[in-house]
């Protein structure tokens, strides 16, 4: 348990002695809870990153952009689909052999979608209601079922990806707790870890760190970027070393159409002996704005919309495409040596400044302050902040329409909101059936902007497996949620016990078993 004078001497080092002003007129219960919260705050680390970031070092230099070496960039658009299979039989291989796991960056609440609650939890209002998180977590289950298939005889170890949930620390109770009624999703329980997102103080413009009350500092999450010290801290580095696992895919928790563990961009990275790799998607029109990934001054990195000069972001290579295209959405691959090694380099990354309007208790006077303008700064780390330290960078770019649709705006605002998530993941179940053959049509009783079709991930991850609906034609609404809903329709007669065992099977599995 920290003492009053080990901590007062660790804040008088640091020059951060106010934080102990009001320390007497606590109760006996403030005390301890201000204490144990001053002890585990590295604050030498706290002041190093607000200088480095309030210093010359971390103002951009003159920036020299390139875009992507040809050599670590390719395409699923146009890419033959030789190539494709074998990238996805390397990722398949990689699952089946137990060296892939998955991060999840869930820190965020749904504040701007009108909800309270972690927004992993949110239902962008599929037929079946089913949240991000069980989308996420029924993508793990059906990945786990395909790669059995590229499992080696000899290895007679059950087919796991562990799923790392990085919460921030308003989410994390409510996030295991959803987990939990939900049983996992059907994944097992010691195979969903949770971690939080680390924190930092906020500070006044001059260094010194607020109170925001008489007994708790200001705090805030230290950005995606913080994911990294997270891993290191939280004991997940040590866990992925201890399961064996060589390759890693990080993303976020906002994108409905997200493929968790896509083993095409592991199969991909991996074939590229890459340290790092980055899946993007074509930047449509110049003026789009969005970061993009490119060289900054001969090193990887991403830059904002705003930093590309109009020359610059209308340059077009030869067949006609932007040559500043490759827009980022936050969907990473890792190899575990590579996120052991950011340690190394923790102390050269750059924090971003945030400057805010930061309510706090003043000094000596103990007045509780709700600043009308901004008063003092917040930093943080961006996830792609490690790029420019990576030597080995793959670039993997694919169709927006499959791949991506971030869930940030209020619903009724058009643009990145729980409508547009929607029509899009159905979108791609109606792709899904004609890619296989089958043809849907919308029935009458369907009031749906699109085809009320969906077909769950435990069914299909991305579109195989649905071979039974060739020149079969499937009318809306339904949901297939399962192999007898996936005969049904295609017209095939399943009898009476099937649909039993069906659902028999359905509801062990999603208590784990």
Same mark, same amino acid.
Do not use: W
């Given at each position: 348990m920290a003492t009053f004078e080990s901590v007062k001497a660790k804040l008088e080092a640091n020059d951060q002695g106010h934080l102990l002003t009001f320390y007497d007129s606590l109760s006996d219960d403030d005390k301890v809870k201000l204490l144990n919260q001053l002890d585990n705050l590295d604050v030498e680390r706290a002041n190093r990153i607000f200088k480095k970031a309030n210093s010359g070092?971390?103002?951009?230099?003159?920036?020299?952009?390139?875009?992507?070496? #040809?050599?670590?960039?390719?395409?699923?658009?146009?890419?033959s689909e030789e190539q494709i299979k074998e990238w996805r039989e390397i990722g398949l291989k990689a699952i089946a052999e137990g060296t892939?796991?998955?991060?999840?960056?869930?820190?965020?609440?749904?504040? $701007? !979608?009108?909800?309270?609650?972690?927004?992993?939890?949110?239902?962008?209002?599929?037929?079946?209601?089913?949240? !991000?998180?069980?989308?996420?977590?029924?993508?793990?289950?059906?990945?786990?079922?395909?790669?059995?298939?590229y499992r080696a005889p000899e290895n007679t170890n059950e087919v796991i990806i562990p799923w790392y949930v990085m919460t921030s620390g308003p989410t994390r109770p409510a996030t295991e707790a959803f987990f939990a009624k939900h049983r996992y999703f059907g994944l097992k329980k010691e195979n969903v870890i949770f971690f939080e997102q680390g924190t930092l103080p906020a500070f006044t413009n001059e260094g010194k760190i607020f109170l925001e009350s008489k007994s708790?500092?200001?705090?805030?999450?230290?950005?995606?970027?913080?994911? @990294?010290?997270?891993?290191r801290k939280e004991g997940v580095l040590d866990d992925l070393t201890k399961r064996g696992i060589k390759h890693i895919h990080a993303y976020c928790v906002d994108n409905c159409l997200c493929r968790v563990a896509d083993p095409i961009f592991l199969g991909y990275s991996i074939a590229s002996k890459a340290d790092c790799g980055v899946k993007v998607i074509p930047k449509t029109q110049p003026?789009?704005?969005?970061?993009?990934?490119?060289?900054?001054?001969?090193?990887?990195?991403?830059?904002?919309?705003?930093?590309?000069? #109009?020359? !610059?972001?209308?340059?077009?290579?030869?067949?006609?495409?932007?040559?500043?295209?490759?827009?980022?959405?936050?969907?990473?691959? @890792?190899? *575990?040596? %590579?996120l052991k090694s950011v340690e190394s380099f923790e102390s050269e990354l750059d924090y971003h400044i945030a400057k805010k309007k930061i309510k706090h208790v003043t000094i000596p006077e103990g007045e509780f302050v709700a600043p009308t303008s901004s008063n003092g700064m917040k930093m943080e780390l961006f996830v792609f902040d490690v790029f420019p330290f990576v030597k080995n960078m793959a670039v993997l770019e694919v169709d927006r329409k499959d791949e991506f649709s971030p869930l940030k705006n209020a619903p009724g605002t058009g643009v990145d909101c729980p409508?547009?998530? $929607?029509?899009?993941?159905?979108?791609? @179940?109606?792709?899904?059936?004609?890619? +296989?053959?089958?043809?849907?049509?919308?029935?009458? *009783?369907?009031?749906s902007d699109?085809?009320?079709?969906?077909?769950?991930?435990?069914?299909? @991850?991305?579109?195989?497996?649905?071979?039974?609906?060739?020149?079969?034609?499937?009318?809306?609404?339904?949901?297939?949620?399962?192999?007898?809903?996936? #005969?049904?329709? +295609?017209?095939?007669?399943?009898?009476?016990?099937?649909?039993?065992?069906?659902?028999?099977?359905?509801? %062990?599995?999603?208590?784990?078993?």
């Open positions: 070092s971390a103002v951009p230099e003159a920036s020299q952009l390139e875009p992507l070496p #040809k050599d670590c960039f390719k395409s699923t658009i146009g890419q892939v796991a998955v991060i999840l960056m869930a820190g965020g609440q749904g504040t $701007r !979608l009108g909800s309270s609650a972690p927004k992993g939890c949110y239902d962008i209002n599929l037929p079946s209601k089913k949240s !991000l998180f069980q989308l996420q977590g029924e993508r793990i289950r059906r990945l786990q079922v395909i790669a059995e298939q708790s500092v200001s705090v805030a999450p230290d950005g995606n970027g913080g994911i @990294y010290a997270a891993l003026e789009e704005p969005v970061g993009v990934v490119c060289l900054r001054n001969k090193k990887f990195n991403v830059v904002e919309y705003s930093e590309i000069d #109009k020359a !610059l972001s209308e340059q077009r290579d030869e067949d006609g495409k932007l040559s500043f295209r490759a827009a980022n959405i936050a969907n990473h691959y @890792y190899t *575990t040596e %590579f409508e547009t998530s $929607r029509a899009d993941i159905l979108k791609q @179940y109606v792709r899904f059936v004609e890619a +296989a053959g089958g043809k849907v049509v919308k029935g009458e *009783t369907d009031t699109v085809p009320s079709l969906e077909i769950s991930p435990l069914v299909t @991850y991305a579109g195989e497996g649905l071979e039974e609906l060739k020149d079969k034609t499937i009318t809306t609404p339904l949901i297939i949620n399962n192999d007898i809903d996936l #005969k049904r329709a +295609a017209g095939i007669d399943v009898g009476i016990i099937a649909p039993i065992v069906s659902k028999l099977r359905d509801l %062990f599995a999603n208590f784990g078993f």
